[in-house]
């Protein structure tokens, strides 16, 4: 099993929790007496993490006959053992006849000191530590619930030793009853640190660090103090408060989850972020740090799995294409669990208030420190945004979040990627639906959003981004300013910003860089750079459809300046003119439309995806009209959507594409052959 391991706890008889034997305090006599020093704080904190891995599982040897060898090979989880020296178990190893592979699978075995009572002075393999054993070996192998069992065994009888303590201040003074009190202090908490061990054992056996992913994040890692009850009723009391308010409004919804968490104690919170970390991860209201912790662990644990796939698939087919998809997700996860470097070269860790790996994949990411952002802004990227290329907007963050010239984090600012919903390929972005479904996610995500009192929010959005965030904003998702980027249009019902229904006042602005084919075809409506009402910027030297973040260029000044409130942005200054922009611009639009009114709307998707080759080569600048109109016609036919286009069709939708271009375009084209139907 791949996570932590258990340490070599000092064996405790059960027997000397008996009530026959008084107070029922090991090392505490029938009338009370101490009859040992107490773990000292000392000897507590050079107690050794439980962070290891745990040793694999092995058979025994059949020439291996020697006791002490066997029990070593039923190493499971969390050991018992009894309290013999480190060399006493370094002898057991070396004198067992597989010894080799005890030292390979134990060496991992962390050791306490040797004597951690201060009472053990034997080191021999004949061990007498005044608790009724003389084994070296480990007695018996031990699971989560059997620690938790002895955790609760100690609770119950250190209330027991608490009344013996009462009454022997009465009788000697409380001078005298010191050890006992010390005593009770260290039932306490050794129960505790068996309740902590056990509840992070359960976790790790489902894989991850728990016990890393909560100190990573500075939450409380004392969870053995939520009984196995009360697990039960957080968890359960958490899915009441999930469904009761399934139908609510996403504010509502963030709302009853914030005062839902704001009830529990450190160690629940911490508790739920472990048991329940894909419910937690993605639950829009709970605590940021919480968050972060369920979604570092349920990326350790999809990390271990996909590593596996991609082995087992590189040895039976090493040439199919899903390999090197597989590296570049594993690729990603691992970069997830590294620490961001800043542009000043500080490591922090990174922070992710979203992460599932189904399907594509679904990102969310956090730059900067959010509790103290007095400006965050929430990218909403477009098509083609995957899990596996999930490194191309993470840059785009970090160089937003970048002061140009300290080239450290901007002061009390917040950069959030949010890759929460199914982008679509070039095929299907024709299509609102993907847009429509994951509008309700953008506006659950930004109701959970917690940052510095008075903090704005500002929404970027990029390509089909728009349309979604268009829908978002439609449903009443607040931001204090909106920039929309290379958008292919906000939806059909758009006319001007008041379609938005926005808050009064809210700025609202457009880029659109030369060179950007998704702007000009306005497949989902007008552009919104040419939407009365909203603010179109420069874009500097910012070309094509993926340009906007470029460092040191006025389209990310203007982004920066948005976000941060400081200094003045710069407007577009060129001609209104799309022709004077980017020769054949004007044709875009017509076309799609021509297109579209020949197809069913059921078949819209499929007629997308005919022209996907085209697109991506006008993206590349590698149009060229002639040779692309046969490549389309091809195209439609191995669709079999060529059904849908005669020849007169064809003629129709050049002809109109070409009088939109202007007579220029006319002159060139007028004479050159299209292909015909067959």
């Known amino acids: 099993m791949a996570g932590p391991t258990g340490l070599i706890w000092r064996r405790i008889p059960l027997s000397r929790f008996s009530g026959d034997s008084g107070c029922g305090i090991p090392g505490v006599g029938v009338r009370g007496t101490a009859a040992a020093a107490p773990l000292s704080s000392t000897a507590r904190s050079r107690r050794l993490p439980l962070t290891a891995p745990v040793p694999r599982r092995i058979a025994p040897s059949s020439a291996c006959t020697r006791s002490r060898c066997g029990p070593f090979h039923r190493i499971r989880s969390i050991r018992v053992l009894t309290g013999c020296s480190t060399s006493s178990i370094a002898s057991a190893k070396s004198s067992c006849s597989c010894a080799n592979r005890l030292k390979s699978s134990c060496r991992d075995i962390p050791v306490i000191p040797s004597d951690p009572v201060g009472r053990r002075k034997n080191t021999s393999t004949s061990c007498n530590d005044g608790l009724g054993s003389s084994l070296v070996e480990p007695e018996r192998v031990v699971d989560a619930d059997d620690l938790e069992r002895l955790a609760k065994l100690l609770t119950d009888k250190r209330q027991l030793a608490e009344q013996y303590y009462a009454r022997a201040c009465r009788l000697v003074g409380q001078a005298q009853a010191t050890p006992l009190a ?109 968050r972060y912790a369920a979604n570092r662990l349920l990326i350790e644990r999809a990390l271990a799995h996909e590593q596996k796939d991609l082995a087992a698939l590189k040895a039976t087919d090493p040439k199919s294409p899903q390999v090197t998809l597989l590296e570049k997700r594993v690729a990603r996860m691992t970069e997830f669990l590294q620490p961001r470097v800043t542009g000043d070269g500080r490591s922090v860790p990174r922070q992710f208030l979203l992460f599932d790996p189904a399907g594509d994949g679904r990102v969310a990411e956090v730059f900067g420190d959010l509790a103290k952002a007095e400006h965050v802004a929430v990218m909403v990227p477009g098509i083609t945004n995957r899990l596996d290329n999930y490194q191309d907007l993470a840059i785009d963050a970090q160089t937003l979040i970048t ?276």
């Open 182 to 290: 010390a005593m009770l202090r260290w039932a306490g908490e050794t129960a505790t640190e068996l309740g902590n061990r056990a509840a992070i054992v359960r976790a790790a056996e489902k894989g991850g660090d728990p016990f890393g992913a909560l100190s990573e994040f500075g939450l409380s890692t004392a969870i053995g103090t939520v009984s196995g009850q009360d697990r039960t009723r957080l968890i359960k009391d958490l899915k009441s408060v999930i469904n009761r308010n399934e139908a609510a409004r996403p504010e509502q919804r963030a709302e009853a989850i914030r005062k839902f968490f704001g009830k529990l104690t450190a160690a629940e919170r911490s508790s739920l972020a472990i048991e329940q970390p894909d419910v937690v991860g993605r639950l829009d209201g709970a605590p940021a740090t919480v």
């Open 403 to 678: 002061d140009p010239d300290t080239k450290k984090d901007l002061p009390k600012t917040a950069v959030i990627t949010w890759l929460g919903y199914d982008t679509p390929e070039l095929g299907d972005s024709v299509l609102q639906a993907k847009a429509e479904a994951g509008a309700p996610a953008l506006h659950s995500f930004r109701a959970g959003l917690e940052a510095a009192k008075g903090a704005k929010f500002a929404l970027f959005a990029h390509s089909y981004g728009t349309l979604l965030s268009s829908k978002a904003l439609q449903q009443g998702t607040p931001f204090d300013s909106v920039v929309f980027m290379g958008s292919p249009g906000l939806g059909a019902n758009v006319k001007s910003v008041a379609d938005l229904k926005l808050a009064p006042g809210t700025p609202v602005f457009a880029m659109r860089a030369p060179g950007d084919w998704v702007s000009y075809s306005e497949a989902h409506g007008k552009d919104p750079a040419e939407l009365p009402g909203v603010r179109r910027l420069a874009t500097g030297h910012s070309s094509g459809h993926s340009q906007y973040y470029i460092p040191n260029n006025t389209a990310l000044q203007n982004l920066q300046t948005i976000l941060t409130g400081d200094g003045c942005y710069q407007s577009f200054l060129g001609s209104p003119e799309l022709d004077d922009e980017q020769f054949g611009a004007s044709a875009a639009p017509v076309l799609v439309k021509e297109l579209q009114s020949r197809v069913p709307q059921w078949k819209v998707g499929e007629l997308g995806a005919v022209f996907e080759s085209a697109i991506k080569s006008a993206l590349d600048g590698n149009a060229d009209l002639k040779t692309k109109a046969a490549q389309i016609w091809q195209a439609l036919q191995k669709a079999n959507l060529d059904g849908y286009f005669t020849k007169e069709d064809i003629a129709a939708i050049t002809a109109k594409t070409l009088a939109a271009s202007g007579d220029l375009i006319v002159k060139r084209y007028m004479t050159m052959s299209l292909p015909a139907p067959q």
